[in-house]
């Protein structure tokens, strides 16, 4: 059998077809009969609609557009990212470990002259570290004053640096996701944009708190995995154009294998989420969904090939990739610790110094594996007793409707023109944007059944990932606070822009030929139609979201307010003061 018909043939059920700027198209399984194309070695025209892919990497106009949305990020991220003055919540801890680290290799106590005992691995720290490498870091409290390599500014300039860095890059990484997700430019800055203009998202930018680096490795995690299915499909649409087989047995049915085609993304994707491991343990919930995503998705393109048993192939051919992935995960984890492991100086890293706890060993190598490994069953164990009370504690399901923000910052001084003034950052989402994410689930998963559309399933699920985690902790009592949801920010967001597109652009828009050139004309007329309104609902729901976060930026930032003026914003009678 020759692959032309093979692939003809495995199409005779159904496929689908992706079309720019829509994201109403179908999985690889839905879509119009098959018709041979008679180029490119003879694959019909379905298959390689069902393996297309869009690389936008060298189209000038997205990233000019790109480049609009990414400063329009860092201008609201670094202007005036100095004030407020002094460490603020948990700055007070992240901000010395970060430095602790430049200074020591780990985090230390300087008042006690000792290593300190964390429990949250070093990543986040080490970037707010550098941050303060290069541009200086104060501390008057112990008497520490130290010069930026790169230049010297305020000192909370220098600790906070590293998070607004991770907040612009994350808003670049979620335009060129949305970009491949969705087919679209106009999309992928749409998701960008939101994200931009999102309080929860800048406050945790503008602050020196470990969840923005969270948030930026599993966004770039999801983002190799996005680019791994690209180019795995490619590699099957360029061996079918050679006259791959693929219900041909073994290694003749499979394309080209070489150095040149491992899944590299899928790699770099394992390490990148070794990495978020590195800045939070909870970064592991996403494992088991991206593993899930990049089987599924091996799965699909051997469907779309026309793989006889794509399952069975797929578990065969993939599994070794998936173990290694978790392999480098595990290495790149363990690597971010270099500064405990290669120094004497690290809580419980010597034996001899830690007499009275058990299990720790001096042994050369093995010993500093094991003495890692202690540790990091007393940070396990102290986070499951962690159910102290606290004014700003939230639960899972309040979240979403903003039920309990955190207060990093108040100030009742300040010149303001009134009696009486008020200065507040509050962690709060901005409010019709977070009102618009549970619509926006139940939208995408209802648009996704109905259009079989896979881009619905791998935004759900990791939005899953990221918050269902959280309600099994909250039975169990543990204190928790709204910023635990950082990491499923970027996906939420996906979903209403998912939906966005959805209203945009038809589900079957250019998936059949008309029958006539009148019904060609009405069906293009109906389409402009669909656009022009779509559009019209689209651009003016961002401006509201724009217009929303502008009237509550002042709170986003601590701008000193007349009293009056701040208890305005305080919504959901009295629940965010």
Request: with cysteine; glycine share 10%.
């Amino acid at each position: 059998m020759t692959s032309a018909s093979t692939a003809q043939s495995a199409s005779a059920g159904r496929a689908g077809s992706e079309h720019a700027g829509s994201t109403g198209d179908a999985t690889e399984e839905s879509g119009p009969p098959p018709t041979p194309d008679g180029g490119g070695g003879g694959v019909p025209a379905i298959v390689r609609r069902r393996l297309a892919t869009i690389d936008a990497r060298l189209d000038v106009n997205s990233w000019i557009a790109t480049a609009v949305v990414v400063a329009i990020a860092a201008i609201l991220r670094l202007v005036g990212l100095s004030y407020p003055k002094g460490k603020i919540f948990d700055e007070i801890y992240y901000a010395r470990d970060g430095w602790g680290l430049v200074d020591k290799g780990v985090e230390w106590n300087y008042k006690d002259n000792g290593p300190s005992y964390v429990v949250h691995p070093p990543l986040g720290k080490w970037l707010i570290g550098l941050g303060e490498w290069a541009f200086g870091y104060s501390d008057a409290e112990h008497n520490i004053s130290v010069p930026g390599h790169l230049m010297t500014t305020a000192p909370e300039f220098g600790w906070r640096f590293g998070a607004a860095l991770a907040g612009i890059v994350s808003v670049l990484l979620l335009v060129r996701i949305g970009r491949r997700l969705f087919r679209s430019t106009t999309l992928g800055c749409a998701a960008g944009l939101l994200l931009a203009l999102d309080g929860f998202h800048l406050v945790l930018s503008r602050t020196a708190l470990l969840d923005i680096f969270l948030l930026l490795f599993v966004l770039a995690a999801f983002g190799a995995l996005v680019l791994d299915r690209d180019a795995r499909r490619r590699r099957w649409s360029r061996a079918l154009d050679a006259g791959l087989d693929p219900t041909a047995p073994g290694r003749a049915g499979r394309p080209a294998g070489g150095w040149r085609n491992w899944p590299w993304w899928r790699l770099a994707a394992g390490v990148l989420l070794g990495l978020a491991c590195a800045v939070k343990w909870s970064a592991l919930y996403f494992l088991p969904a991206f593993a899930l995503l990049a089987l599924l998705w091996e799965v699909g393109v051997r469907r779309s090939a026309g793989v006889r048993r794509p399952w069975r192939d797929a578990l065969l051919d993939e599994l070794p990739w998936l173990v290694l992935a978790g392999v480098l995960m595990v290495v790149a984890y363990v690597a971010t610790w270099s500064g405990w492991l290669l120094t004497d100086d690290g809580y419980y890293r010597l034996a001899a110094r830690y007499p009275n706890v058990p299990g720790l060993s001096d042994t050369p190598i093995i010993g500093a594996l094991n003495n890692l490994w202690e540790y990091h069953k007393a940070a396990y164990g102290f986070h499951k007793q962690l159910d102290d009370p606290h004014k700003y504690q939230s639960w899972p399901w309040q979240w979403l409707l903003l039920g309990r923000p955190v207060a990093f910052h108040w100030s009742g001084e300040g010149a303001c023109g009134a009696p009486s003034c008020a200065s507040e950052i509050l962690l709060l989402g901005t409010p019709l944007l977070w009102w618009s994410f549970l619509p926006a689930l139940f939208g995408a998963a209802w648009i996704g059944l109905a259009r079989r559309d896979w881009r619905a399933g791998a935004i759900l699920l990791c939005v899953a990932a990221g918050l269902l985690p959280w309600f099994w902790f909250a039975f169990d009592g543990r204190t928790m606070f709204s910023f635990y949801a950082a990491p499923a920010l970027p996906f939420l967001v996906l979903a209403v822009v998912y939906v966005l597109g959805a209203i945009v652009t038809p589900a079957t828009d250019g998936a059949r030929a008309p029958a006539t050139r009148e019904a060609a004309a009405a069906g293009e007329d109906e389409v402009a139609e669909r656009r022009l309104v779509g559009g019209v609902i689209v651009g003016a729901y961002v401006l509201l979201v724009a217009l929303c976060f502008a009237y509550f930026y002042p709170i986003f930032v601590g701008k000193v307010l007349p009293y009056a003026e701040w208890s305005a914003r305080m919504w959901l009678d009295g629940r965010w003061i």
